[in-house]
């Protein structure tokens, strides 16, 4: 792995990175000083094939987003038993589960042998602090990244109900409720976060079956609709 530090990016090219990624560029176009202060918590990684960028178990709290090529994601306690549940496509976000189901890495991610190069954005998510406190990350900012996550999360989840319907918690994540309270609120955002971590916790679920099973999505899934859902 190669860290590369954001100050070697001229601003018109990192900006140009994160252009792929909803959340940066929403709060790069209302916020630039906060949009500055999550690029002082940030970096770039370059990963060779099949270099390990995470692995399960591990305890840590980045969250990250896949600039270019592409990425495995494998479960199982030991190499020997690991396989592959999903891959990931520029623009997607992974470790997102870890941040907000007890900070354990959920699944080994590393990048693919058939890609030449693999970079990666991350960012520290301890500059979040505590769900309510907004003296550093604003409610907005933060509004924006868990509605992001809450819709990636949801089509996920859909796209795994529509390939697996048999299976007795696949339409679970349907009974998570939608808010419908006041846009723009702290309550909002707590709404949010609860609705996240039920749907992380369901597609943790996803991630066990398939160990069990030993499929893939990718067994049943084309191709082009996982790139899609982001």
Not at 9 to 24: E, G, H, K, V, W
Not at 90 to 107: I, K, N, S, Y
Not at 109 to 138: M, P, Q, W, Y
């Amino acid at each position: 792995m190669e860290v590369h530090p954001l100050s070697r990016y001229p601003q018109a090219t990192l900006d140009n990175l994160l252009a792929s990624i909803p959340f940066y560029k929403t709060v790069q176009q209302t916020d630039q000083y906060q949009y500055d202060l999550l690029m002082r918590y940030s970096r770039v990684s370059e990963f060779r094939p099949g270099e390990v960028l995470m692995e399960q178990g591990q305890n840590d709290q980045w969250l990250y987003f896949l600039l270019k090529g592409q990425l495995a994601v494998l479960v199982g306690d030991t190499k020997a038993e690991r396989k592959v549940v999903n891959y990931l496509t520029p623009g997607e976000v992974f470790g997102d589960l870890a941040v907000l189901v007890d900070h354990q890495r959920t699944a080994t991610v590393i990048a693919d042998s058939n890609c030449k190069r693999v970079l990666v954005f991350g960012t520290d998510f301890t500059v979040f602090g505590e769900l309510t406190d907004i003296s550093k990350i604003s409610l907005f900012t933060k509004l924006v990244y868990y509605r992001n996550m809450v819709h990636n999360l949801r089509w996920k989840l859909e796209v795994y109900r529509m390939s697996y319907p048999e299976h007795s918690f696949a339409s679970n994540h349907r009974k998570v409720k939608l808010y419908i309270g006041k846009k723009d609120t702290l309550e909002e955002l707590i709404s949010l976060d609860e609705q996240a971590r039920a749907l992380a916790r369901l597609l943790v679920q996803w991630n066990l079956e398939f160990d069990r099973l030993a499929i893939s999505p990718r067994d049943k899934l084309d191709y082009t609709t996982l790139a899609a859902i982001g």
